[in-house]
């Protein structure tokens, strides 16, 4: 059996985990720790030194580990950490990974509570379960979310975009505040929209760059400067996320601006263009390349206009056809003006209250939406089918009825033009039947139906399932289409095109859900989506009332995907909408 440098160092570090948690003596556990290193650090093969019998000369390696390493090498096994991987779980050993975990932590958390994984972790601590330990407390425990949360991203090493937008807006507007700062924005796959981020590229305009460098590097949550210079920082921040700020002087932003937003995709094709026409391009200026003549573009639109393109909305900057329509639309015209922007929705078409799983009640949501300046709302509690999330059957949708002609008639007394209807986000079971009649379905505003269980299905049984469902009279909208999770789960195997062919055919939405977790459908399959026909809801899904606000990342998603408001069904006032739906 040969085992690499690395393979015996990465068991030597779990030896030393392992004991760790055992409690073990400091100095026995630092003993495995420096054998691993010194073996991961050598420049021959282990193999070659054991073979040669001079393990001992090895620094760090003294006569007890070279004997286990000498097990190891002999038979493939050791004997030693078996049984310490029988007495330490796996899960347990996982839990190390979580910044605010510690071998003693772990140790208490699973001596104290049986956890013995990342995910009884996170569910403890989303219980609250953690706080009441010793020495810990509910800081210490939303510590320990976060880390689970970090670690996630990190395992994909890209962030979603709900947790990074706010974030990024919050450090722009301290920079733009910085005294000397003309303009600051981010840039990047940030400005473009995009689902998942794996840096924050921040721009700032300014002729002196040292107090805005000072104030970024002086942010609270650095854990590590990775970059200091007179125009350009970067830093990793405690959540693992990377920031990258330039400053640049105010005459160039036009062309730093579009450099920075990216995509690289959409800017080789941008330079090419230049370049056909004499000229180079890069972050600070347009060069004829016949005279070295540079011109400066202080804002990105007189850039575009100059290449003879019109301006192309950051969201559609993807090299997927904006250039080719950019050109033919010419210097002066903005593609897709009518491109959906928040303003556009007049309501909300998916969401709990406490009558399921949602925090709040139906009156609560709809004062926030009323703040939001929305004219109406659908209540989409789970049905029956769905026992977790404490599902409504017909007696309950019925009483919920009531509940909701209540708060319509007090909102009317109080003369807020605003509507609650009524809908529900039916459950589609497993052979594509629906969890509730027909006859109640009809008593319902809108009908939404949603896959959340065996999303796992062959591509052929859970296509056909989802196009049993939408054969249903009363279904008016798809929710979650995908049931994909960013960054946890791919969603199902659908034959897409038949389930939008349906769709087109039902006149059925399909929902491009704006929880920053989920954002289904998504970008790209919403656009494909829109050219077959299909016509679309944005609704957050929220189950508290701030989850009202995320309709922002469906929205970034629907202008990735070229949506027009025209196609959104909730952006069409609520008479069209409910004409749409009786559509029968
Ligand atoms: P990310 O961070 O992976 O989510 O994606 P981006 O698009 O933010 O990429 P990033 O942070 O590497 O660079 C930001 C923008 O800067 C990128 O969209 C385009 C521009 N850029 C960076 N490196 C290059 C390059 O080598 N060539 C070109 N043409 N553009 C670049
Ligand atoms: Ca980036
Ligand atoms: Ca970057
Ligand atoms: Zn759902």
Same mark, same amino acid.
């Given at each position: 059996?040969?085992?690499?440098? @690395? ?9 030393a #985990? ?25 420049? @021959? ?21 070279a ?40 140790k ?31 800081? *210490? ?6 880390g689970?949360? *970090?670690l996630?991203q990190?395992?994909s ?26 303009r600051a ?18 721009l ?10 000072? *104030?970024?590097?002086?942010?609270p ?13 970067s *830093?990793r ?12 002087v ?18 080789? $094709? ?49 090299d ?19 491109l ?9 078409? @998916?969401?709990h ?6 925090a709040? #009640? ?6 926030? =939406? ?18 977790? =999330? ?9 009483? @919920? ?27 589609? $079971? ?31 049984v859970?296509t ?26 791919d969603g199902?195997?659908? #034959?897409?095109?038949a ?15 704006? #929880? ?13 989506? =829109? ?28 202008r ?25």
């Amino acid at each position: 059996m040969t085992l690499s440098n @690395q393979q015996l160092a990465t068991i030597f570090n779990d030896i030393a #985990d392992r004991l760790e948690i055992q409690g073990e003596l400091v100095f026995k556990v630092r003993a495995y720790r420096t054998a691993a290193e010194n073996i991961a650090a050598l420049g @021959q093969p282990i193999a070659d030194i054991w073979a040669a019998g001079q393990l001992e000369q090895v620094a760090g390696i003294g006569k007890e580990i070279a004997k286990k390493i000498d097990e190891l090498m002999r038979t493939g096994r050791l004997a030693f950490y078996e049984r310490l991987k029988r007495e330490v779980p796996d899960g347990v050993v996982a839990m190390l990974r979580v910044p605010g975990v510690g071998p003693k932590r772990a140790k208490l958390f699973w001596e104290s509570l049986g956890i013995d994984s990342l995910e009884a972790l996170e569910a403890a601590a989303r219980a609250g379960k953690l706080r009441a330990l010793p020495r810990m407390g509910e800081k *210490a425990e939303q510590t320990i979310l976060a880390g689970i949360e *970090a670690l996630k991203q990190r395992a994909s090493g890209r962030f979603r975009l709900g947790d990074v937008l706010p974030f990024a807006e919050a450090l722009v507007t301290t920079l733009r505040a910085v005294p000397g700062v003309q303009r600051a924005a981010y840039a990047g796959s940030l400005r473009r929209g995009k689902e998942t981020i794996g840096d924050v590229d921040i721009l700032v305009a300014t002729r002196d760059p040292a107090p805005v460098m000072q *104030a970024f590097l002086q942010q609270p949550g650095i854990a590590q400067v990775l970059a200091s210079g007179e125009t350009k920082s970067s *830093a990793r921040f405690e959540n693992g996320l990377q920031v990258d700020v330039r400053a640049v002087v105010p005459d160039v932003w036009g062309t730093a601006l579009q450099y920075f937003t990216g995509s690289q995709q959409h800017n080789i $094709r941008i330079r090419e263009l230049a370049q056909r026409a004499g000229y180079s391009l890069n972050e600070y200026a347009l060069t004829r390349q016949a005279d070295g003549k540079e011109e400066r573009f202080a804002d990105e639109a007189a850039l575009y206009a100059r290449l003879g393109l019109a301006y192309i909305p950051p969201e559609l900057r993807e090299d997927r056809g904006e250039i080719e329509h950019a050109q033919a639309l010419g210097a002066g015209h903005v593609l897709m003006p009518e491109l959906i922007t928040v303003n556009d929705l007049r309501g909300d078409l @998916q969401m709990h209250t406490n009558w399921s799983d949602g925090a709040a #009640d139906i009156m609560t949501m709809a004062r926030t =939406a009323i703040a939001l300046g929305y004219e109406y709302i659908l209540i989409t509690d789970h049905t029956v089918g769905l026992a977790v =999330a404490h599902g409504l059957d017909a007696a309950r949708l019925r009483e @919920q009825r009531k509940a909701i002609d209540a708060v319509n008639e007090q909102l009317a007394a109080e003369g807020i033009a605003f509507r609650v209807l009524h809908g529900a986000e039916v459950e589609v $079971r497993s052979d594509g039947t629906l969890d509730l009649p027909d006859d109640v379905l009809a008593t319902l505003d809108l009908v939404q139906i949603s896959v959340h269980t065996a999303l796992n299905q062959p591509r052929e049984v859970i296509t056909a399932r989802l196009l049993r469902a939408m054969q249903h009279p009363h279904v008016h909208i798809v929710g979650h289409p995908a049931g994909r999770l960013i960054n946890e789960r791919d969603g199902a195997d659908y #034959d897409w095109e038949a389930v939008f062919r349906t769709a087109r055919e039902r006149n059925i939405a399909l929902e491009i859900n704006a #929880d920053p977790a989920r954002l289904d459908l998504s970008d790209t399959l919403a656009r494909r989506a =829109a050219e077959l026909g299909c016509v679309f809801s944005i609704s957050t899904d929220a189950h508290t009332p701030a989850g009202l606000h995320n309709r922002i990342y469906g929205v970034l998603t629907a202008r990735r995907a070229w949506l027009t408001p025209a196609r959104v069904i909730n952006t069409w006032p609520l008479e069209r909408l409910l004409a749409w739906a009786r559509r029968g």
